[in-house]
């Protein structure tokens, strides 16, 4: 099911939570801080927000919305070379939380390569011991990427690569990469103000690749520097936020249409309602809702949604605010409940 039609723009009050009367200045919540990482590099104008902790290691939990708002501009963007950075684009990336690393330093990477290479040997020998520091069939490549980090105070990202080359191939072919996960820290201050010395705070972790290579990479780190991975889901709220920034920023005008995907509750067999509206219609809703060029607040938020939720039930008489968002799919990038995101350009 699907509306195209521009939503009326109006300027009335939105549904605020905690039933607050009053706006609220709040950062885009959780997950926001993923995507102005990964769009940092794009030389996007998102602020960057904290993470809050999941479940355990491959199951999902929800995300913090309780961050104080921050610059728009990234600090950390001037350098980055952009084929460095291209990975981090058109592909999809599954999002972990990481406890603070202990006894991690950037200057032993080529060592944590050679000892996670062996282990991943190993787990694939089911166990049996594999000498450091010999050819082995998969290539591990950890290395930094001191750009990608939302300030100054923040620790540099780190890169994980896992690389791979037939037997059959020659031995000067190219390697084909099969895994990459890397570790950011995005405006981190206030996690690390309380971290011991010996720690490193790390807090966001992305993967794109099986997950098998996931769960022993996930492993070695957590063994040796005695962290914990959580995986990281994403509430209807940050939907939202995500929904109206990636609507504010500026696209072609062949852009696809902003859509949202919502999840029916309480029916016997599983039904989702897609709505579709054109890139500039939503655009000119979001110019007339927000107050600030460069400033999200909660209210504004609120009242983009409910402008779209009226249009959608003057047309359909369906009460979008009694099912829930799980997609918003962007011409900038998508992102899903379950904790994946995707940037298109």
Not at 96 to 125: C, G, M, W
Not at 327 to 341: L, R
Request: with cysteine; hydrophobic share 40%.
């Amino acid at each position: 099911m699907a509306a195209g039609a521009a939503p009326r723009p109006a300027r009335r009050g939105g549904r605020r939570e905690g039933g607050s009367n009053g706006p609220r200045r709040e950062a885009a919540p959780g997950l926001v801080s993923v995507m102005e990482s990964v769009e940092a590099v794009a030389r996007t104008l998102l602020s960057f927000g904290r993470l809050s902790r999941g479940l355990p290691f491959g199951r999902a939990h929800g995300l913090s919305s309780r961050d104080p708002l921050l610059p728009l501009a990234p600090r950390s963007q001037e350098n980055a070379d952009p084929q460095r950075t291209a990975f981090l684009l058109r592909k999809q990336w599954t999002l972990y939380s990481v406890t603070p690393l202990y006894r991690f330093s950037n200057a032993h990477l080529r060592d944590y390569a050679r000892l996670l290479s062996a282990f991943i040997a190993a787990e694939k020998q089911k166990g049996l011991a594999v000498e450091v520091g010999v050819e082995l069939d998969i290539k591990v490549a950890v290395s930094s990427l001191p750009y990608l980090k939302g300030s100054d105070q923040d620790q540099a990202a780190i890169l994980v690569q896992l690389s791979s080359r037939s037997p059959a191939s020659p031995k000067n072919s190219e390697e084909k990469l099969i895994w990459s996960g890397w570790f950011c820290c995005v405006s981190g201050d206030n996690l690390s103000k309380n971290v011991p010395e010996d720690f490193t705070c790390l807090p966001l972790f992305l993967v794109n690749g099986a997950e098998c290579y996931t769960s022993i990479v996930g492993s070695w780190f957590q063994k040796t520097f005695d962290c914990s991975f959580r995986r990281l889901a994403i509430s209807p709220l940050i939907l939202s936020w995500m929904a109206a920034m990636w609507t504010g920023c500026k696209v072609d005008k062949t852009a696809s249409a902003m859509e949202l995907v919502f999840s029916v509750p309480c029916l016997p067999q599983p039904l989702d309602i897609s709505y579709a509206i054109h890139p500039e219609d939503a655009k000119a809703l979001w110019d007339t809702v927000q107050k600030t060029p460069g400033e999200i607040i909660q209210e504004e938020v609120d009242v983009f949604m409910d402008c779209l939720y009226s249009h959608f039930h003057r047309h359909f008489r369906i009460h979008l605010s009694a099912t829930k968002l799980v997609k918003v799919s962007t011409a900038i990038a998508s992102a899903h409940c379950d904790g994946i995101i995707k940037v298109r350009f």
